[in-house]
Structures are given as C-alpha cells and as structure tokens.
Nanobody, 125 residues
Framework: QVQLVESGGGLVQAGGSLRLPCAAS????????MGWFRQAPGKEREFVAV????????TYLDSVKGRFTISRDNAKNTVYLQMNSPKPEDRAVYYC??????????????????WGQGTQVTVSS
C-alpha cells in the first residue's frame, strides 16, 4: 500500500514557476514508477509526466516539454513536478500516481495503482 499526498499548488502568474511535491508513504517507494496527471474543469484526466523507479527515464506530454520537469528523491520518498513558465491552459488539479509496473502507453491512467488527492494549480495571465 502506498499513500500519496500532493502539495505546493496555488495561484501562479503566467511565466512564473511552481514546484509540486508529492510525498509517498511506504518503504517500497523506490520500486514504483511515478507519474503526474492533471484534470481541468470539464475535461478528462490528462497525463503530464512520468519518471521511472530509478529516475533514469522520463516522458512528458508534448505541451509541457521544455517547461515542466519531473524528478524524484527516493531517500525522501518524494516526487516533484517543477513547473516553469506555466500558461493559463495549465490550470488544473494536479495528481500524482504510482505504478508498480510502468504501463504502456505510459499515459494510461488505469495503469497506475495509487493516486493522491490532488492539488489545485491556477495560472493567472
């Protein structure tokens, strides 16, 4: 069992930066691939980024490439989403998720085993 708690959300100005941590419980965090998803009002949940258990491999949604960075610190049981130069269209509830085995394709939400409760990110123009 893995419990995930996101934080760091809030209001950010377009072009600014924001970092979202996701803290995980459990001693097996380092064995999970970790992902970030988001859901905007009236839209389906959307894949944002994923990082392998070792941190050696990452994949991003095309629209966030070059702006967002996913990273993890296995010693702290935490995964991060660094959001640089956010845009108003990045406004959403952001969720972190854990997968025992990285699903293929990586953006399939049903392939992740545990989810956090989400944190709201609002981007002002």
């Amino acid at each position: 069992q893995v419990q995930l708690v996101e934080s760091g959300g809030g209001l950010v100005q377009a072009g600014g930066s924001l970092r979202l941590p996701c803290a995980a419980s459990g001693r097996t965090f380092s064995s999970y691939a970790m992902g970030w998803f988001r859901q905007a009002p009236g839209k389906e949940r959307e894949f944002v980024a994923v990082i392998s258990w070792s941190g050696g491999s990452t994949t991003y949604l095309d629209s966030v490439k070059g702006r967002f960075t996913i990273s993890r610190d296995n010693a702290k049981n935490t995964v991060y989403l660094q959001m640089n130069s956010p845009k108003p269209e990045d406004r959403a509830v952001y969720y972190c998720a854990a997968a025992r085995q990285l699903p293929l394709p990586v953006g399939i939400a049903s392939g992740y085993d545990y989810w956090g409760q989400g944190t709201q990110v609002t981007v002002s123009s």
